[in-house]
């Protein structure tokens, strides 16, 4: 028999085993991170996220902004009867703005006031506020906020605070007097929603307990093109443009009042996570790690819910974060494109930093499916290994046989492995539309 045969044979033989034994050396390194979202330090900033922008240049994150220089979000959407009318008259609070539980530092609270008039401005009475319950934005839309409690869509045209008036369509208010407080920081507003006119400007009053600093706010939704919110410092007075604009990013790294288990009881506490944008749907696959479950695999369904990836991915174990690496999430955008992200670790503290996996999904190829479309060249390779493939490279990963990385490139086809000694590495390509694993043997 030809030596050449039984040489070509023998290779085959032994690349085989190679990648067998690859798989099994590897497995907890699968899915390496690849992106990040970094939101400083006591986690300070908002970090908005693009997942088009992150499989196009390795980066998706579009605006990092403070989070803490805001109190009230003030929706400048269309409003859109009769399908979805409270997006367009819909108040959210910085509930966590000024918050420290560990200092005893409480946050920012709102409540309504019981049969307090606001054409009694300068004598409404605020006894007893301390024990009104707090009014909480939904963590499961942005069309829900703190001033729209209770709305329901069985009253539609009541928003809580006002109610449409099909005749002028306005929204006028109903008598609310609302106060929005900091106790730690002895800050106090009492607050009118006084009208939403014509789908097109708001008008607020506020002032302090004791009705100085008196303000009329008058906001111009139009002023606002692709925005969800403009932002409201009560403090200052100042109002704030601080979104990209809504087509241009898909997540939003924040705190938010997420609501959590407590001895047995759901309680609202300020929280780090991760909401989507409106059009955005997640499918939370749980049970599979990141290489066990695929697009065409999952079980999950797609969720409209803004918190879907939320916060419960980590976990506090007294000195780091754990995190659980059974939640694999599939993120459709509004332009139908489907993601899937894994998080990989969290760093809270001085860095507020989450690292993670982050590909384009396809129905159709999976793990390793995806080697038919690659060819590498030459194998046997002694200097410049040459990588042809149908898709977009990303990254390509060497690794030796005890499963150390040796060598690491970025979007390049052609790979230098001049430095590598002589023996049997595997190559890892990760692409836009998967991952592959093919064995080389260096001369």
């Known amino acids: 028999m030809p030596s050449k045969f039984l040489s070509d044979n023998m290779k085959y033989l032994f690349t085989s085993i190679v990648t067998l034994l690859f798989a099994s050396l590897t497995f907890g390194q699968s899915c390496p991170s690849n992106d990040s979202a970094v939101m400083g330090p006591g986690s300070g900033n908002d970090v908005f996220y693009s997942l088009k922008q992150a499989t196009s240049t390795g980066s998706g994150v579009v605006k990092t902004v403070a989070n803490n220089t805001w109190h009230m979000a003030i929706s400048v959407q269309a409003s859109n009867f009769p399908s979805n009318p409270a997006n367009g008259v819909n108040i959210r609070i910085n509930s966590t703005n000024g918050e420290n539980p560990q200092a005893g530092q409480s946050g920012w609270k709102l409540v309504k006031l019981n049969g307090e008039d606001p054409n009694n401005w300068r004598n409404i009475d605020t006894t007893g506020m301390y024990a009104l319950p707090e009014l909480l934005d939904s963590d499961s839309t942005w069309n829900l906020g703190a001033f729209t409690?209770?709305?329901?869509?069985?009253?539609?045209?009541?928003?809580?605070?006002?109610?449409?008036?099909?005749?002028?369509?306005?929204?006028?208010?109903?008598?609310?007097?609302?106060?929005?407080?900091?106790?730690?920081?002895?800050?106090?507003?009492?607050?009118?929603?006084?009208?939403?006119?014509?789908?097109?400007?708001?008008?607020?009053?506020?002032?302090?307990?004791?009705?100085?600093?008196?303000?009329?706010?008058?906001?111009?939704?139009?002023?606002?093109?692709?925005?969800?919110?403009?932002?409201?410092?009560?403090?200052?007075?100042?109002?704030?443009?601080?979104?990209?604009?809504?087509?241009?990013?898909?997540?939003?790294?924040?705190?938010?009042?997420?609501?959590?288990?407590?001895?047995?009881?759901?309680?609202?506490?300020?929280?780090?996570?991760?909401?989507?944008?409106?059009?955005?749907?997640?499918?939370?696959?749980?049970?599979?790690?990141?290489?066990?479950?695929?697009?065409?695999?999952?079980?999950?369904?797609?969720?409209?819910?803004?918190?879907?990836?939320?916060?419960?991915?980590?976990?506090?174990?007294?000195?780091?974060?754990?995190?659980?690496?059974?939640?694999?999430?599939?993120?459709?955008?509004?332009?139908?494109?489907?993601?899937?992200?894994?998080?990989?670790?969290?760093?809270?503290?001085?860095?507020?930093?989450?690292?993670?996996?982050?590909?384009?999904?396809?129905?159709?190829?999976?793990?390793?499916?995806?080697?038919?479309?690659?060819?590498?060249?030459?194998?046997?390779?002694?200097?410049?290994?040459?990588?042809?493939?149908?898709?977009?490279?990303?990254?390509?990963?060497?690794?030796?046989?005890?499963?150390?990385?040796?060598?690491?490139?970025g979007k390049s086809n052609t790979i230098d492995v001049n430095s590598l000694n002589k023996g049997v590495y595997v190559v890892t390509v990760r692409t836009s539309e998967g991952v592959a694993h093919q064995t080389i043997i260096k001369e």
């Open 149 to 409: 409690k209770g709305y329901s869509g069985s009253n539609p045209f009541n928003f809580i605070w006002g109610t449409y008036n099909q005749s002028n369509h306005n929204v006028e208010s109903n008598g609310n007097v609302y106060v929005l407080f900091n106790e730690s920081a002895g800050d106090y507003k009492k607050i009118h929603v006084k009208e939403v006119t014509y789908d097109t400007m708001w008008h607020i009053i506020m002032s302090n307990i004791d009705n100085s600093d008196s303000v009329y706010l008058n906001i111009n939704k139009k002023a606002y093109p692709k925005r969800l919110f403009v932002y409201y410092n009560v403090l200052t007075n100042q109002v704030l443009d601080r979104e990209p604009d809504s087509d241009k990013w898909d997540l939003l790294w924040t705190k938010y009042k997420g609501i959590i288990d407590f001895q047995g009881s759901k309680v609202p506490y300020g929280v780090t996570g991760v909401l989507h944008n409106n059009g955005v749907k997640v499918a939370q696959n749980l049970g599979k790690k990141c290489d066990e479950v695929w697009l065409r695999t999952k079980t999950a369904m797609d969720e409209n819910n803004i918190s879907t990836i939320g916060h419960d991915w980590k976990t506090f174990n007294g000195s780091a974060y754990d995190i659980t690496d059974t939640f694999v999430y599939f993120i459709t955008t509004s332009d139908t494109v489907t993601y899937k992200m894994t998080m990989k670790s969290y760093q809270g503290g001085g860095m507020g930093k989450t690292e993670f996996n982050l590909y384009e999904a396809t129905l159709s190829l999976d793990e390793n499916t995806i080697s038919s479309l690659l060819n590498m060249y030459p194998n046997p390779v002694q200097n410049m290994l040459n990588i042809n493939s149908e898709t977009e490279i990303l990254e390509v990963l060497i690794y030796d046989m005890q499963g150390k990385l040796v060598l690491e490139s």
